[in-house]
């Protein structure tokens, strides 16, 4: 602000003027003091600005394509709840390198063409190092194939693809995933089935290029685990029940059914599994709270998952125990009420925050390809609450098959599974 002394002089042209030419004693201290002023104003923009630039140019920006609103807004909400509280944990651990990290999140509204324009809009203008999502598996297919083609790191938080860039037509080299995958799943299966002799296996898949993949595996799989595998049996999307493909199982003397399918389906498979009191064994991802709360125990159902859905009940002994539980520490309370659906959504946003953190610690630079080559050669596994991960040139999820827990559902919410002895 002007001091009054010095607006006066601006009264007398030749007075103003004569404090550049000759000394005028009592006009002299009002221009310093007007000079003080501008010099402070001009220096305070400049620290301000040079500070917020800097601020800028610290930070590492981190997109997330969720689900905020629409039919999956309430796993979208946890798993942006949770990737919060990892960027928040992160940075109080010195973020990466001392830089902070920075979370943008776009609502996808389970859209795909809303995704792909969200997905441009971070990449191209938030200038993200790296993507997290979908919400839904349905978005899958859609965020791989822009990831791939526009070469950015892409970290999936739902669905069991494999992501094996060795295979033909399935380019995965930008893709990585957080979610337990179709291999490490079955593996998990089959060993404890191989332990308790538990065969005839019976293999229930959709009738699709997903659900014949997905028998395959399961074939594959059976011989390396010495167990014998019944031929499969296949069912539509939209079938009201499966009653005489288990029927089927049931005659040809299967000891366990393993089904596969979208979780839309889960209600399906347990109104006729009720009929036959066989086993089911599922994927985790097929299990939603609607199916889980029509579950009466009439027959067992297990599932291979990730540890967190012990939640604070996890053994110490498990190499994911502090993790879990430093993830239920985190999220307080509202872990406590989540849905199956919300608790898996908020633990892979959780992982993929960490797993990218992770890789942008071991990069020389935080660029897409130094992410992404970094990713592929970390020195170390990454212990997180949907299990252990080592990603590697062959295998972009990397998720150690040990690392998951075979559980199965009962009146008091999961349990590790105890098997009988090996019967053969």
């Known amino acids: 602000m ?20 000759s000394p005028v004693p009592k006009a002299v201290p009002g221009f310093k003091a007007l000079c003080c002023l501008f010099l402070f104003i001009a220096v305070s923009v400049l620290i301000t600005d040079k500070a917020m630039c800097r601020r800028d140019a610290l930070s590492i920006s981190v997109g997330g394509l969720l689900d905020l609103t629409g039919d999956h807004c309430k796993e979208g909400r946890a798993a942006y709840m949770a990737a919060r509280k990892a960027v928040e944990c992160l940075n109080s651990q010195g973020g990466i390198g001392d830089r902070p990290l920075e979370l943008i999140v776009a609502d996808t509204r389970g859209e795909p063409g809303r995704l792909l324009i969200e997905a441009g809009k971070l990449v191209e203008q938030e200038k993200v190092v790296a993507l997290l999502g979908p919400t839904s598996e349905t978005l899958i297919p859609v965020l791989r194939n822009y990831a791939e083609a526009h070469n950015v790191p892409m970290v999936l938080t739902s669905g069991d693809d494999p992501l094996l860039p060795f295979r033909k037509k399935e380019s995965v ?3 990585y995933s ?4 179709l291999g490490p799943a079955i593996k998990a299966l089959f060993r404890e089935f191989a332990r308790a002799g ?40 939209h079938d009201t029940d499966v009653v005489s493909q288990l029927q089927q199982f049931k005659e040809e003397g299967a000891q366990v059914i393993v089904a596969w399918g979208p979780r839309s389906w889960g209600p399906v498979l347990l109104r006729s599994a009720k009929r036959t009191g066989i086993p089911v064994a599922v994927p985790v991802q097929l299990l939603s709270s609607d199916m ?30 502090f993790t879990v539980n430093r993830f239920m520490k985190a ?26 953190a992770m890789g942008l610690r071991m ?10 080559q970094a990713l592929e050669d970390l020195d170390q596994s990454y212990y997180g609450v949907m299990g252990v991960f080592k990603p590697r040139e062959r295998d972009h999820s990397g998720l150690v098959p040990s690392s ?4 199965e559902s009962g009146t008091n919410g999961w349990k590790p599974v105890i098997f009988s002895k090996r019967r053969r």
């Open 2 to 21: 002007l001091t009054p002394r010095a607006l006066n002089t601006t009264k007398n042209p030749i007075n103003f003027c004569s404090t550049y030419l």
């Open 173 to 175: 080299s930008w893709t």
């Open 178 to 181: 957080i979610s337990p995958g």
């Open 198 to 237: 538990l065969e005839p296996v019976a293999p229930l898949v959709p009738d699709n290029a997903k659900g014949k993949r997905t028998s395959l595996w399961l074939q594959g799989y059976g011989l390396e685990y010495h167990l014998r595998i019944l031929p499969f049996q296949d069912f539509g999307l």
């Open 292 to 321: 889980l709360k029509k579950y009466n125990g009439s027959f067992r159902l297990w599932t291979a998952a990730p540890p967190l859905l012990l939640g604070n009940g996890i053994p110490l002994s498990h190499p994911c125990a």
């Open 331 to 356: 999220m307080g309370k509202e872990a406590m009420g989540f849905s199956i659906e919300e608790c898996l959504a908020a633990g892979a946003a959780w992982d993929a925050l960490h797993l990218t």
């Open 363 to 372: 990069s020389s630079t935080a660029t897409h390809s130094d992410l992404r």
């Open 404 to 407: 998951l827990i075979v559980l």
